[in-house]
């Protein structure tokens, strides 16, 4: 069974993702408070922690921080600040996905699966990118640039397999949220996938700023490749 730490503050919204998520067969434990979630974490493995930003006692920041420097515990931000910025700011400190509120469970629950696939990952073909040095190898769920691993989110990797799986054709935001995502594509932000597109670049692009591997079709929407 997949263990979930909830750390949200808000008992309306603690309590409707716990009975959703229980339903889907996770095992959820709640928390509200900085302190009790640091006592939860050192007491107990959990295979993900859902975290919301604004906390009584302090900053969910610090714990995004703190938990990705333990471990490799995997993090989903949840917050009503969606500004650039905030997001930038949760995937920097080690967030595995960015969520703004309001959500609906159906988003929140195909996103914590996703992150899920990402880290326990099924075979896949290995694929090899030309373009900038870039080689993915998708059975082991790595990406290499010059021989170099990269790092990347869950998110970020899903949207490279995406792009990579369509390689030389261009893909509408639609068509990206679709793949990515697995639910209706209005659950999800615009901003949100500009962030992630900005972060793939900044990560495996030369010059992020004059990207050669991942283009932009103006009025179209993304491509990789030729």
Known sequence: MTHILFVEDDQTIASAVEFSLTREGF????????????LRLKKQRFDLVLLDL????????????????????????????????????????????YITKPFRLGELISRIKA???RRQPAAFEERTLSLGGIRILANQAKVLKNDQEVILTAMEYRLLLTLLNHQGQVLSRDQIFAHIWDVNENFVSDNTLTVYIKRLREKLEDDPKN???????RGLGYMIGN
């Open 115 to 117: 992150v899920l696939r």
């Open 27 to 38: 095992d959820i434990t709640l928390s509200s408070r900085v302190e009790d979630t640091r």
């Open 54 to 97: 604004g906390l009584p006692d302090g900053s969910g920041y610090t714990l995004c921080k703190e938990i990705h420097a333990a471990g490799d515990t995997p993090v989903i931000i949840l917050s009503a600040k969606d500004e650039e910025v905030n997001i930038i700011m949760g995937l920097d400190l080690g967030a595995d996905d």
């Open 211 to 217: 990207p050669v591997l991942i283009k932009t079709v």
